[in-house]
């Protein structure tokens, strides 16, 4: 069964740690690109970060640089998502994804082609 299963998510104060986990089953990984995207409640899905097949490049949305941290480990087919300083506006669904086609980084929704179900950040003020 192809899937991505994200974990991690839960209610934290601002300016708390959270660590999201993504772990990938039955589908190419080690050769792809992978990314997290999130989506605020009346918001479109945006993206957050991305990184390529061996970890060696990274992107972020302007919004997370500095704060977020993506990283990837191909033994155990997990990719990762260190959020550090986490703010009110981070609350959000958060979704791990496969790019379609390719070892790179990318940044647009659709060069993605598998989606996890989604793990919930709430960040209280």
């Known amino acids: 069964q192809v899937q991505l299963v994200e974990s991690g998510g839960g209610l934290v104060q601002a300016g708390d740690s959270l660590r999201l986990s993504c772990a990938a089953s039955?589908?190419?990984?080690?050769?792809?690109?992978m990314g997290w995207f999130r989506q605020a409640p009346g918001k479109e899905r945006e993206f957050v970060a991305a990184?390529?097949?061996?970890?060696?490049?990274?992107l972020y949305a302007d919004s997370v640089k500095g704060r977020f941290t993506i990283s990837r480990d191909n033994a155990k087919k997990t990719v990762d998502l260190q959020m550090d300083s986490l703010k009110p506006e981070d609350t959000a669904v958060y979704y791990c994804a496969r790019v379609r086609s390719g070892v790179t980084a990318r940044t647009e929704e659709n060069e993605y082609d598998v989606w996890g179900q989604g793990t919930q950040v709430t960040v209280s003020s």
């Open positions: 039955g589908l190419t990984f080690t050769t792809r690109g």
């Open positions: 990184i390529n097949w061996n970890g060696a490049s990274t």
